[in-house]
């Protein structure tokens, strides 16, 4: 049986509720959509806060606001990809933060949020203690985090599309010469104009640069030092996003849609602040 949270309204769902039937997924969504519905499931006790952490140029920000959500956005806008110029400034000084410095506090007060989202974030933090740290602080007891990131077991490098490449050492010289490879028979993103070795090596150094992928124990152990009742909903992430899909019309038990998402795309798990 699969399990998957029941449609309370076209406006979200929730979680925790195991009577949802896969026939009832009508529609497919992107990643901003499926964190903007978790939220909006959320918030039928009344007015909700929320903080998109790694926010991007606003895109789930807008989204929650456009549904009457109380919500914001912060990010260090980093130099290797930095959205801040696409956000138009009324938008930026009303709903946008940045973290400055290094220690990248989070420029809101203590326990200001009943939902934090971090949707693509975490495999470029580089002190994941630290920030969820920030995060917890920010968070409401009883609040929730909602994390989507690659681990280091995923099979296919996301950024620039080449399986297994974030595998290698960083600095590895073979790992140019792979990618290459594989960009020559077609895989991989954002080519432009480059040669597939000149594309490579580029890709290489921005990863050694900008990603740090972590192994499944080391970053169980991070969030478990900071928050509680952590759930994976890999499935539920799955059945939203491609529910439509024929092979998913295969029945199979919630534990193998999970393991599908977490080598074919990464994690999805929920947090709980006590």
């Known amino acids: 049986m699969v399990f998957l949270p029941r449609r309370r309204s076209s406006a979200g769902f929730d979680h925790q509720d195991r009577s949802y039937n896969r026939d009832e997924v ?13 939220v909006l499931g959320r918030r039928a006790n009344g007015a909700i806060r929320v903080l998109d952490y790694g926010c991007g140029t606003g895109t789930i920000v807008k989204l929650l606001r456009d549904h009457g959500v109380e919500a914001f956005g912060c990010d260090v806008f980093y130099e290797g990809k930095d959205y801040s110029v696409e956000i138009d400034p009324a938008f930026f000084a009303q709903s946008i933060r940045r973290m400055e410095g290094e220690s990248r506090i989070v420029p809101f007060s203590d326990a200001s949020f009943d939902y934090v989202i971090s949707n693509q974030v975490f495999e470029h933090v580089v002190d994941l203690e630290g920030a969820l740290a920030e995060i917890r602080r920010v968070l409401k007891p009883g609040g929730e985090l909602l994390s989507l990131f690659p681990d280091k077991g995923v099979w296919r490098e996301g950024h620039c599309g080449i399986p297994f490449l974030h595998w290698f050492p960083k600095g590895s010289q073979p790992r140019v010469y792979y990618a290459a490879v594989f960009r020559i028979l077609g895989f991989g993103y954002h080519k432009l104009d480059k040669t597939p070795i000149r594309w490579s090596r580029d890709f290489c150094e921005w990863l050694d640069k900008w990603t740090y992928y972590r192994s499944r124990k080391d970053i169980d152990h991070a969030f478990r030092r900071h928050f509680q009742a952590i759930e994976s909903i890999e499935h539920i992430w799955l059945l939203q996003r491609f529910g439509g899909h024929p092979l998913l019309s295969v029945k199979m038990p919630a534990a193998m849609h999970r393991l599908i998402v977490r080598k074919l795309g990464g994690l999805v798990f929920v947090a709980r602040k006590t």
């Open 26 to 38: 009508e529609h497919t969504m992107n990643n901003y959509e499926f964190c903007s519905q978790w």
